[in-house]
């Protein structure tokens, strides 16, 4: 079954920008739930926190609240899903609603729509536990929306204007995705751009601080490396993050010695071994690189060098999280890339996670129209002009477990409203029922 919606034709100079995303039926998600970054006809903070795009406004950011539990986060994993089945060379899964058993028979449905190199696309997929149902694929090449491939199961209509899939649809598995396989044997143009597209949005957990997309960046060579380099300490030292150097030491995967006098049972010796050659296989044969982090050191008050600190054992929960988060911002504000990240605020100060989001609402600091959507609890950025009324967001389940994802306009609030005070309150809903700890 295919979902028939309505949608803004959109163009422009901007090369990444991620305009609507839907899904139904995945995880937490029984129902259809939409989510868009397309600006209302709210004027507040029109210059900074949207931008135009064919006379028409495209928000620079969102955040989406909600009580724990309630679906945020597989809000985020919903999209990274949908991203990790065309990226991955793996057959199909599902990702069902399991609270309503009727719903285990039912498709998955994704669509997404966003612009790459001046081009709108739309596409999407239905999915059961083990095969594609249905797939499309539609783009403006000008000024009208036009099919570019369009799968019921085996069934492939091909358009004369997608030559890269034609002789590839006779071909293709009921598990695998039409988009993925024509992009890993034929990639021409078209699906080379797509897939680049979902490579280059980042799909973060700010409960983790996961090193290796700013290490990856920091270990690049040459002048692009030192300007990564300077990127990610220009953001720490944004934060007061008072980190003078960063140097990154590659280590070689030491297989660890079992002494042959050690008393072990031939099956823990088997585990050790096993591990060993599993490490050093995943690994390729290196360990997980070490960052170091150097910081100033004072004699009698004067300075008299620095002290290097490992990362990873003896910076803070905080730090380390901002160092994670640094190479995907800089990256998303160099080259205007979308990036979605749950639980923002995780580990970071109130006002940290404040000016990460000024960031991306500035004209100044975003000059290439980065997206930053993030899930929240962090009530303080409600206060004051920091978001408009179609940038907030919220969560909610019913007495079914279902979650339901809605805007803040829905509920028509004042431009002056005291959006912080009013959420707090009930107002719009989208926060826990908190019982009677007196009766414990």
Known sequence: M???VYFDIITGKEKFMLIEFRTANCLS????AEFSMLASNDKTNEDNNTFLVNNRRILKSAAVYGANGSGKTNFVQAIDFM??????ESPIRNCAYKLDRTMKDEPTFFEIIFMKDNIRYRYGFEIDRNSVLSEWLFYVPTTREA???TREKQNITISRSFREGKVLSDSIKNDKLF????????????TQSIMEWFEDMSVMSGLDSDLSNTVDMLLEEGKRGKKRKKQVLDILHRFDVQIEDITIEERDFVPTAIPADLEISDQERAVIESLNTLFEKEGGGKMPPRVITYRKTYENGKESGTEEFDLRRQESDGTKKLFALAGSLAQSLETGKTIVVDELESKLHPLVTKEIVKLFNSNISNKKNAQLIFTTHDTNLLQGNHF???QIWFTEKDKYGSSHL?????????KDASFQKDYINGRYG?????GDFNSL
Do not use: T
């Not at 991203?83 to 991955?88: A, C, G, K, S, W």
């Open 2 to 4: 295919h979902f028939n």
């Open 29 to 32: 998600f029984k129902d259809m």
């Open 83 to 88: 991203r990790d089945l065309v990226l991955e």
């Open 179 to 190: 988009l993925s396989f024509v992009a890993q044997l034929n990639g021409a143009s078209i």
């Open 430 to 434: 989208a926060i826990p029922y908190i």
């Open 388 to 390: 408009r009324r179609d």
């Open 406 to 414: 809605y805007s803040l306009l829905e509920y028509k609030p004042r």
């Open 147 to 149: 099919s570019l491939f």
